[in-house]
């Protein structure tokens, strides 16, 4: 069974620009959440999308977006990237049953590193 | 505000028992999670606590007291593999919350 697939892995951008990160989430798991990881401020939940629509979301501007395509597939968009953006990005899903808040198990990706010049 | 606390370092002796503990600072989780992160590695699921008491899986077990607001990991039997971060995770109010994570430095 394959895993969370993330792509890209790693990209380098500049201030102002934007990015589109990727998420193939493991067949069969409707659930897709993304989470921003920074030495400073750890692990930061983005939001979470469920069939197709946006069940959850944290405390980031509007900024940072995100959608679910039919097959669950995710992406997430930063527009306007800032110095502070500069992150590993990751996916998780998780299985049918589950929300993010209370489902326990989540499966990530391995990440996409942006570094924002 | 809500929050996780974990100690940022915990150091250990490779054969020893080494236990993380997580404090939180609001109620209502769901349950609390466990996750192991290597360098440079994707976050893995350990444990889940949906009711208090202790959840054994092999060499790792997780325990939760809803009312001390309180949890901890414990690692048995270390390997030199299991040095990496750990993070407790809580759901609450359809969002979830990391703790800082746990580094842990195992030495032969």
């Known amino acids: 069974k394959a895993g969370v697939t993330q792509t890209p892995r790693y990209l380098i951008k500049t201030r102002g620009q934007q990015v589109t990160l990727s998420c193939s989430p493991i067949s069969g798991h409707r659930s897709v959440s993304w989470y921003q990881q920074t030495p400073g401020q750890g692990l930061q939940f983005l939001f979470e999308?469920?069939?197709?629509?946006?069940?959850n979301k944290g405390n980031f501007p509007g900024r940072f977006s995100g959608r679910q395509f039919s097959n669950s597939r995710s992406e997430m968009n930063v527009s306007t990237l800032e110095l502070g953006d500069s992150a590993l990005y990751l996916c998780?899903?998780?299985?049918?049953?589950?929300?993010?808040?209370?489902?326990?198990?989540?499966?990530f990706g391995e990440g996409s590193r942006l570094t924002v010049l | 505000g809500q929050s996780l606390e974990q100690p940022s370092e915990v150091t250990a002796v490779e054969g020893a028992i080494v236990q993380i503990n997580c404090t939180y600072q609001?109620?209502?989780?769901?349950?609390l999670s466990w996750y192991q992160q290597h360098d440079g590695g994707a976050p893995t699921f350990l444990s889940y606590?949906?009711?208090?008491g202790l959840e054994e899986t092999g060499r790792f077990s997780s325990f939760l007291s809803r009312s001390d607001s309180y949890g901890y990991l414990l690692l048995q039997e270390l390997q030199m593999k299991d040095s990496a971060s750990y993070f407790c995770v809580g759901g609450r109010d359809d969002k979830i919350i990391f703790g800082k994570g746990t580094r842990l430095h195992i030495l032969p």
């Open positions: 606590n949906a009711l208090d």
């Open positions: 998780a899903s998780s299985p049918p049953s589950g929300r993010v808040s209370n489902t326990g198990e989540l499966f």
């Open positions: 609001t109620s209502g989780f769901y349950g």
């Open positions: 999308y469920f069939s197709e629509t946006q069940r």
